[in-house]
Every structure is written in structure tokens, then in C-alpha cells.
């Protein structure tokens, strides 16, 4: 019998998941809202020490975004890339890697009982009992988890170029149903099996080649991609 094994009632943790869902969704809306009022304010009074609070803010906002799973962060530094140009590109890649930085921190220092607190509101009772193997496990002991599950074949290049495959998922298209940049991190940080020096300095060049091409050719490479 395990610590962990009573479920909320169903509606008693759905409605504890919607709640902390909304209040989410309210504090980004509210955020996008005041960047809206501010940015059009600006423009009225033609206020150039304004406009780049705004501009400062909306940063500070895509990197708040970046770090939440199945929010499309990366669409958002893309459009960012093409309304402000090469101009912003440096800015853009230093937020990005913060975001998806502060997304795999999170992951790799959040309790496992936190995280399985709100698998069992979902009532997910195969991803429950999957926190429940991980939390015990050493670093090794999760690789030989992950390895053991595969075909023979492929399990030596999964343990050995994780750090390559993790640098892919970040480019790789339709990555938002698997949560997107922030969903991938946070779930490398949580999963134990990557050292944090390591996901930070995969993360640093994972993100770097798009911002690159922007700052050294413009946005019209964007649309080229």
C-alpha cells in the first residue's frame, strides 16, 4: 500500500485543476491586457522611455509564458523576431533560453508530491504510479529505467545522445502536443535524467541558430524556415 494511493473524489480534483487553470489563464490575460494599454498609451503620448518598458515587460511576459507547458512560446518569439527584426534577435535568445531555463529548474526542484497531488486530480493513476517508481530512484538507476523499456537495439544511442535527442524536441514540428518548449523542459527537469549544467548548455545552443540567422541576415529567414 502506498503513501499515495487515495484519490480525490472526480469532481472534487477537476474542479481543484480548473481552479488553478483559471487562475493562470487570469494572470496572463491580465499581464497581456496592461502590455496592450501601455503599448497603445505609448503610441499616444509618443513616449520612448515607455515604449520600451512595455517592450521590457512583454519580454518579461514571453519568458514567464516560455517556462509554461502547452503554451506555444516559441510561436511567440517568432513573431516577436518578425514584428521587431534583427534588431531584437540577441534579446529574443537570451529570453528564450531564460524561459526554457526556468521551465527545467522548475521541473528538476518541484516535489514529486506536488506533481503527483495534481496527476491524481486528473484521476491519471498510470502517470501516478509512475512518480512513484521515479521518486526513490537514483540518476542511474532512472537511465536504466528509461534504457531497460527500449529495444535493445537503440537503447545504448537513447542513453548516450539524450542531450542530442533533448536539443531536437525543441525544433521538432508539432512539439506543442507534447507541451510544447516549456512542456519539453519541464519534463526533462523532472524526469532526473539529464545533469543541470548539461540541459542549461544544451538549452543555450538548442535555441541559438534561428535568433542567429535573424540578427545576421534579418527576419526574412523566418518565413525561408
Not at 495534481?118 to 538507476?141: F, G, S
Request: proline share 6%; net charge positive.
Amino acid at each position: 500500500m502506498s503513501e499515495y494511493d487515495d484519490f480525490p473524489p472526480w469532481h472534487i480534483g477537476l474542479a481543484r485543476f480548473a481552479v488553478k487553470l483559471a487562475v493562470v489563464a487570469t494572470l496572463v490575460f491580465a499581464t497581456l491586457s496592461l502590455l496592450d494599454w501601455a503599448q497603445a498609451r505609448a503610441q499616444v503620448i509618443g513616449s520612448d522611455s515607455l515604449m520600451f518598458g512595455v517592450l521590457a515587460g512583454l519580454l518579461l511576459v514571453y519568458v514567464l509564458l516560455l517556462a509554461v507547458p502547452f503554451v506555444p512560446g516559441i510561436e511567440i518569439g517568432l513573431s516577436l523576431l518578425l514584428m521587431k527584426g534583427a534588431d531584437i534577435a540577441p534579446v529574443v535568445y537570451v529570453a528564450t533560453v531564460l524561459g526554457l531555463s526556468l521551465a527545467f529548474t522548475v521541473g528538476h526542484i518541484v516535489p514529486y508530491r506536488w506533481l503527483h497531488a495534481t496527476m491524481a486530480d486528473l484521476r491519471l493513476k498510470r502517470a501516478c504510479a509512475l512518480i512513484e517508481r521515479l521518486e526513490p530512484m537514483t540518476h542511474e538507476q532512472r537511465l536504466d529505467h528509461l534504457t531497460n523499456r527500449l529495444p535493445k537495439a537503440i537503447a545504448p544511442y537513447v542513453r548516450k545522445g539524450r542531450y542530442l535527442i533533448f536539443a531536437v524536441m525543441f525544433s521538432m514540428p508539432g512539439n506543442a502536443v507534447v507541451g510544447g518548449g516549456g512542456g519539453i523542459a519541464f519534463i526533462a527537469g523532472f524526469s532526473r535524467l539529464f545533469r543541470p549544467w548539461a540541459a542549461y548548455l544544451t538549452i543555450l545552443l538548442a535555441v541559438l541558430p534561428v535568433p542567429l540567422l535573424v540578427w545576421l541576415f534579418g527576419e526574412g529567414v523566418i518565413a525561408l524556415r
